[in-house]
């Protein structure tokens, strides 16, 4: 069984695992998609994929013990140059040594860099979501990402109301006991397939 401590211990590895699957669906973004809806009302697709390069670029001010940034338009010409040289920034910051366990300032106030980190697994996982159902791409989960980021959604059920992101939702959303953990793990996060 996968505890919080160990999946805070695996979060470098689990979030290079996941802006490596989100930068998949940013490349296959087409020109002619940008101006399209997501399911964050108040994105189209080129709003969604600023606001998760913003989220890698805060990784490394967080980390480094500036706090976070607001950033405004980060995609330039080359929204996969952005994402890629911020991925590089973000994976460094979470990669050395010792960084899961110190205090960081998030948004949300003081957390372990750890649980953090798992946060930004979880946003690289959901708007990777929200981007494929945009850009009609294939919107399965990465298994062993998504029971990860299942387990702290749950963990974190009600904060995730509290924070003033509209990213997640007004509310859950309606979904049956029989459902697979993907739907239910959306369902969480104010999402329906």
Not at 23 to 35: F, K, M, T
Not at 63 to 72: H, K
Request: proline content about 3%.
């Amino acid at each position: 069984m996968t505890t919080q401590a160990n999946s805070e211990a695996n979060a470098p590895m689990y979030y290079q695992k996941a802006t490596a699957n989100t930068r998949r669906l940013v490349a296959a973004v087409n020109p002619d998609q940008w101006e399209a809806s997501t399911p964050c009302s108040d994105w189209n697709v080129k709003q969604l994929v600023n606001h998760m390069v913003s989220g890698v670029l805060n990784v490394a001010s967080i980390m480094g013990g500036d706090g976070p940034q607001n950033l405004g338009d980060v995609l330039g010409d080359d929204p996969i140059k952005a994402f890629d040289a911020a991925c590089k920034a973000a994976i460094a910051a979470f990669s050395e040594p010792g960084a899961m366990g110190k205090m960081v300032q998030t948004r949300r106030g003081e957390q372990v860099a750890g649980d953090y980190a798992l946060g930004q697994v979880q946003e690289a996982l959901v708007h990777g979501w929200d981007l494929a159902v945009a850009i009609g791409a294939d919107t399965t989960m990465d298994a062993e990402l998504m029971g990860v980021s299942y387990a702290r959604a749950v963990l974190n059920r009600e904060r995730l109301r509290t924070g003033g992101s509209k990213a997640w939702g007004e509310s859950e959303a309606d979904t049956s006991e029989n459902a697979d953990t993907q739907t239910k793990y959306l369902a969480i996060l104010g999402r329906s397939r």
